[in-house]
């Protein structure tokens, strides 16, 4: 599934609770204006075929990621399944990891980010802010630079809040645009996807409480196979 042209869901995981599922890029999490085909519409087609379904099919939607960016995330079957993995998620007990390709790179190879995030609805745009501004979210993550090559980085983000484009918003703000960010300030990748990818996510089964962990290998196409990403990962490049 590429650039909108999204028929099947690639399922990682699914059992009676949940369904762990990889969104491509430029696919929305739920359905918007656009009328696009978004993840939550395709699974739940998904599962009326699969089980032969008649009528609505339950779906919890536990977390989102913005549309340009690819990568995994997890569904909820059932009501309870979802009000446990959204506590989770209100606890920061989950654990997000991105991998991102950046213009420039932060002044230090690894450190927190810490600021406040304001968003213009209207213009679908978020800018930091002070933290006195009504309705400015404090915005924190973590990163580490895994890699450099000619004035990109391959940098590892992980989210401990989870702010509408926190990671391009930030990463920008510290020196280090993602590629083909245009939105946000990038002077290269224009018309390519957004180097952008939600590559790990680990959390408690809401059911059983067994820790679950699911890693993705990035898109098969530059500039992410400019860099030695099965290095830093321990997830092994697909062949082909």
């Not at 519409?41 to 919890?60: A, C």
């Not at 979802?82 to 230090?108: F, H, V, W």
């Not at 300030?185 to 590559?199: D, M, Q, T």
């Amino acid at each position: 599934m590429s650039n909108n042209q999204h028929e099947e869901p690639i399922i990682l995981h699914e059992d009676n609770h949940i369904i762990v599922a990889l969104k491509p890029n430029n696919a929305p999490s739920q359905e918007d204006s656009t009328g696009d085909k978004d993840m939550l519409s395709l699974i739940k087609d998904y599962l009326k075929t699969k089980y032969d379904k008649q009528g609505n099919v339950f779906l919890g939607l536990v977390h989102r990621l913005d549309r340009p960016t690819g990568g995994v995330m997890v569904f909820a079957k059932t009501s309870k399944a979802a009000a446990r993995l959204s506590e989770q998620m209100r606890n920061k007990e989950i654990e997000k990891k991105y991998l991102c390709i950046t213009q420039g790179r932060p002044r230090d190879a690894r450190g927190r980010l810490i600021n406040y995030l304001e968003k213009d609805e209207k213009n679908n745009r978020v800018r930091i802010a002070p933290a006195t501004n009504v309705g400015a979210k404090e915005a924190v993550l973590d990163y580490i630079v895994c890699e450099e090559d000619a004035g990109m980085a391959l940098v590892e983000v992980n989210l401990i809040t989870g702010r509408p484009h926190q990671a391009r918003v930030q990463m920008a703000n510290a020196g280090a645009i993602i590629y083909g960010d245009i939105k946000y300030g990038a002077s290269i990748g224009r018309g390519h996807n957004l180097a952008l990818f939600a590559y790990h996510l680990r959390f408690k089964h809401p059911t059983t409480g067994d820790m679950l962990s699911f890693k993705v290998f990035p898109p098969e196409y530059r500039p992410w196979t400019d860099f030695n990403i099965a290095k830093f990962i321990n997830v092994v490049r697909p062949e082909g």
